[in-house]
């Protein structure tokens, strides 16, 4: 009996996950139903359809049949407004003689009206964007996507990656000019593999996963582990303890010029000693991992020696 104990004990805490986890789900379910129903309150005569917006607005509408926008209306056998789905019911405006004060003009809200807008859509794919560090600094939607004008093939953005990110990320840019860095300026990488530029829990909007080294250890599998002999800095501090991503003046991104420089940071007494009087705390005598070579994890020593 004292044997199934633990067994049952951990069966109920996962149901009890498992159960917050759907109470979580139908919450958030429940709010952005919530948000969609306050956002299309209008009355429905007052939505004349899309076809009806392109007889003033044909410049716009011959540009829009590849947007992803109204393909989605189109999937639904054409039901729903495309256009009037972002700028509300068009009866007023169209019988207004195009009167601009009757219908949402995207352009002049604020930004906050503008998120508000996108979310009453796409609030489950973007939970956590009120909270993400560009909708506290007042970057919003449009600041990066141009909802008519965008390349849908890359999710309607104003411009390409990187270069969209310099345009605000002015400090980062020279980060990947220097001799070692991620070819993000080459195309092999984007900014959004490791961001996720709508928020996160993590900070620098870091992509959240259940083992935050997997950002790293997607691309660069050898150091993934799991390893008998773990190495503790990779488990506390994860990669971004030793590594930084954009770009350094050491072939392998550390986060300082020198390795010995670098482990000294935390093992400076075992480098003191008279078996590793040789490291000393010097960047001038022989690297570390000379002899500590599996230094992100061991399968056959605790001392990472291979």
């Keep these: 009996m004292k044997r199934i104990l633990p067994y ?28 969609a129903q306050k956002a299309n309150a209008a009355d429905p005569a007052d939505y ?18 590849d947007n992803p926008h109204a393909k989605l209306a189109l999937k639904h056998n054409g039901t729903g407004a495309t256009c009037e789905s972002c700028h509300g019911p068009g009866r007023a405006h169209v019988e207004g003689g195009g009167d601009v004060t009757k219908i949402k003009q995207l352009g002049k809200m604020s930004t906050k009206d503008v998120d508000a807008t996108c979310l009453g859509c796409h609030a ?16 919003g939607c449009t ?27 002015t400090d980062v840019k020279p980060a990947f000019d220097m001799p070692f860095h991620h070819k993000v300026n080459e ?18 909007n870091i992509k959240s996963t259940a083992d935050q080294n997997m ?30 991503p954009h770009g350094s003046q050491n072939a392998r991104l550390l986060n300082v010029p020198n390795i010995n420089q670098l482990c000294n940071q935390c093992h400076s007494p075992v480098s003191a ?17 000379t002899c500590h ?9 605790p001392a990472f020696i291979r």
Excluded: W
């Design 8 to 35: 049952l004990a951990l069966i109920a805490l996962l149901s009890g996950l498992s159960t917050r986890a759907g109470y979580l789900y139908a919450a958030g379910a429940k709010q952005q139903a919530a948000v």
């Design 48 to 65: 004349l359809g899309s076809d009806v917006c392109a007889t003033c607005h044909a410049e716009i509408a011959k540009k829009f049949g």
């Design 124 to 139: 489950g794919s973007h939970p956590n964007f009120l909270r993400s560090p560009h909708a506290k600094a007042g970057v």
């Design 143 to 169: 600041s990066c996507h141009s909802i008519h004008a965008g390349d849908p093939e890359d999710k309607l953005l104003t411009a390409s990656q990187p270069k969209l990110c310099y345009q605000c990320h």
């Design 187 to 204: 195309g092999l990488v984007k900014c959004s593999d490791c961001h996720d530029v709508h928020g996160t829990f993590g900070n620098n």
């Design 215 to 244: 950002i790293c250890t997607k691309c660069h599998m050898e150091n993934r582990g799991p390893f008998v002999y773990e190495h503790p800095a990779v488990k506390a501090e994860g990669c971004l303890g030793c590594h930084t």
């Design 273 to 289: 000693s008279t078996m590793h009087s040789m490291n000393a705390g010097s960047a001038d005598r022989p690297p570390c991992i």
């Design 293 to 301: 070579t599996m230094i992100h994890g061991s399968n056959i020593n």
